[in-house]
Structures are given as C-alpha cells and as structure tokens.
C-alpha cells in the first residue's frame, strides 16, 4: 500500500468521482481506476459503492478516510520534524488567486520560494469566482473576505488596500462635486459585485459604516471598475494603489479627503482539516514570513479581529 495512492483516494472522495479527480490530477481515468482498485486489494475491503453513473463510500471507506486524514498529516509532520526543515520539496500545489492590483506581488514571493525549490510545480487559478477548495483540489487560495463563504476554513491576512472614492475631472465638471459623503447618493456610481450575489449597493466605510451608492453599471471586475471611472462613467470606490499615477497625472481626482479610508484585506486560506502537503505548509510559512500585514492592522482591521 502506498501513500501516493491513499492521497488519490483522498482526491476522489473529495471530489465524488473517478473521473473529475483524474482530470483534477491530470492523469488517465484508467490509471486512476487501477490504483484505487490496488489499494482496495491491498486493504481487503471495498471502499465504494459504484453505480452506473455516480460512487459513494462504503462504511469501511469512510472510515478508512477518517483515519488516513489524520495519518497522512501526521507522517508530513513527522518528515518535517526528523529533516529539521531541510526536507526537498516536490509534488504540485493549485493556487487559487482572487484577481488583486497586488497580484504579481504575490505570484513574485511564490516565484521566490520556486526558484529556492526547484523540485515542485505549480497551477495558479485566477477567479472572481469562490471555488469549492476541497472539492477542486486547491491548496491555498488568496481571496479577500466577501469571496470565501466556506466555514472550515483557515484565514490568515496578508495584505491590505486603501479603497477610497475617485472621480474624473470630466465626471465632476458634467454633474458637480459631491460636497459630503452623503451627497455621493445622488450620483452615478460604478457598483461592484461580488460572485457570491453581494452587490456593494451599500460600500463599507471605515468604523463599520454603510453608505448606501446607485448607479447604472455594474461589474465583477476590479478593473473595468477602474475603467468605467477614469472614462467618466461614474464615481468608483477603488482601491488607492490601482489609482496612484491618474492621481498625479490629473486623471483621476480623490474625493472625501476627510474621510479615513476603508482597508481591504487579502488573505490566505486554506482548508483547516485536509491533510496539506508538506511542500504546502512551507509554502504557507513563507508567505505569511514574507508578507506580514503591519502589527497594528493585523490584530485589528476595520474593527474586526484577525488572527
């Protein structure tokens, strides 16, 4: 019995089908259906119901995945205790990656910890969209808080970002400066959605307030929203980073100086109970040695702890 092929197992319960977890491993269907029948015959018992068009576990297999969870994880730890972090590092880590103004920031540290190790692989998914973690075979993702709903989840904050109210200087000549933030209500502002269905109709402010915002367009894209407000569509709530250079270029104007900007967060998450590899939690460790958010907005961001 080998542990590569108790991993694959994991693989297809977490995803309900040979199949899915083959295309997932990037592997034959057939190679993946072999393995898995080795190990039932190894182990002497049958791990799944197979039916026409669908598995399911058996009490045994349930079990049999309870307990090698716990194995696997407690096998990588030992591994990592005995070669005193001196292990090599190989396998193949999915990095889900929610599409930040920081993004190369990130990909650029992973590319770091790559060329230290050169032995491991990597698929980085970009999305608005929340993935299944567990089910689509990701390891670590980078999101911000709106876009994991997932309750057994660990998150650790990496990064934040000023959002803030902009304009273009054409925008506020056709239609007026808003004078106070309660004014911005009877302007055009570009909305932002959220996959999850959450629209910003009402965007959070600093110190938990809401202001409520309207416009006549929309979008999932940080981007087109920075877009849409340099071409005059609207007044964007974007993050300051993204809008640095229209600012000094005359471009883009800020609007409510007064007002303390709302910081949004990126974390890193992963899957609390799934057995991670080891190559995995180095990866982890790096990242989060790398990329420390400053002491004071760690431990409160936006009145809101996190740890």
Same mark, same amino acid.
């Given at each position: 019995?080998?542990?590569? %092929?108790?991993?694959?197992?994991?693989?297809?319960?977490?995803?309900?089908?040979?199949?899915?977890?083959? %295309?997932?491993?990037?592997?034959?269907?057939?190679?993946?259906?072999?393995?898995?029948?080795?190990?039932?015959?190894?182990?002497?018992?049958?791990?799944?119901?197979?039916?026409?068009?669908?598995?399911?576990?058996?009490?045994?297999?349930?079990?049999?995945?309870?307990?090698?969870?716990?194995?696997?994880?407690?096998? #990588?730890?030992?591994?990592?205790?005995?070669?005193?972090?001196?292990?090599?590092?190989?396998?193949?880590?999915?990095?889900?990656?929610?599409?930040?103004?920081?993004?190369?920031?990130?990909?650029?540290?992973?590319?770091?910890?790559?060329?230290?190790?050169?032995?491991?692989?990597?698929?980085?998914?970009?999305?608005?969209?929340?993935? %299944?973690?567990?089910?689509?075979?990701? #390891?670590?993702?980078?999101?911000?808080?709106?876009?994991?709903?997932?309750?057994?989840?660990?998150?650790?904050?990496?990064?934040?970002?000023?959002?803030?109210?902009?304009?273009?200087?054409?925008?506020?000549?056709?239609?007026?400066?808003?004078?106070?933030?309660?004014?911005?209500?009877?302007?055009?502002?570009?909305?932002?959605?959220?996959?999850?269905?959450?629209?910003?109709?009402?965007?959070?402010?600093?110190? %938990?307030?809401?202001?409520?915002?309207?416009?006549?367009?929309?979008?999932?894209?940080?981007?087109?929203?920075?877009?849409?407000?340099?071409?005059?569509?609207?007044?964007?709530?974007?993050?300051?980073?993204?809008?640095?250079?229209?600012?000094?270029?005359?471009?883009?104007?800020?609007?409510?100086?007064?007002?303390?900007?709302?910081?949004?967060?990126?974390?890193?998450?992963?899957?609390?109970?799934?057995?991670?590899?080891?190559?995995?939690?180095?990866?982890?460790?790096?990242?989060?040695?790398?990329?420390?958010?400053?002491?004071?907005?760690?431990?409160?961001?936006?009145?809101?702890?996190?740890?």
């Amino acid at each position: 019995m080998k542990t590569e %092929d108790i991993a694959l197992f994991h693989r297809i319960v977490e995803t309900g089908s040979i199949l899915e977890a083959a %295309d997932l491993l990037n592997l034959p269907k057939s190679t993946v259906s072999r393995r898995l029948l080795s190990l039932e015959e190894s182990l002497n018992i049958k791990l799944f119901h197979r039916l026409s068009r669908a598995i399911s576990l058996t009490s045994a297999g349930s079990q049999f995945y309870e307990k090698t969870l716990v194995m696997l994880a407690e096998l #990588d730890k030992t591994i990592a205790d005995i070669t005193d972090n001196k292990a090599e590092l190989t396998g193949h880590l999915r990095i889900l990656m929610f599409p930040v103004p920081q993004i190369m920031q990130i990909v650029n540290k992973i590319f770091a910890f790559m060329d230290a190790n050169p032995k491991f692989t990597i698929e980085i998914i970009t999305s608005t969209e929340p993935l %299944d973690m567990v089910r689509n075979n990701i #390891d670590i993702a980078f999101m911000v808080n709106e876009t994991f709903s997932e309750l057994d989840m660990v998150a650790k904050p990496i990064l934040h970002e000023e959002m803030c109210f902009f304009a273009s200087p054409e925008y506020l000549a056709k239609v007026g400066t808003p004078k106070s933030i309660s004014d911005i209500e009877q302007h055009n502002s570009i909305l932002f959605r959220f996959p999850n269905g959450k629209t910003f109709s009402e965007v959070p402010l600093a110190n %938990d307030v809401l202001q409520a915002v309207k416009g006549n367009i929309c979008t999932n894209s940080i981007q087109l929203a920075y877009e849409a407000t340099r071409l005059g569509r609207g007044i964007g709530y974007l993050p300051q980073g993204i809008c640095v250079e229209d600012i000094e270029q005359g471009k883009l104007i800020r609007l409510f100086d007064e007002l303390p900007p709302y910081l949004g967060v990126v974390f890193l998450v992963y899957p609390s109970r799934r057995f991670l590899s080891l190559t995995g939690q180095r990866l982890i460790d790096y990242m989060l040695t790398e990329m420390p958010v400053q002491t004071s907005k760690a431990a409160v961001i936006n009145n809101k702890v996190w740890t």
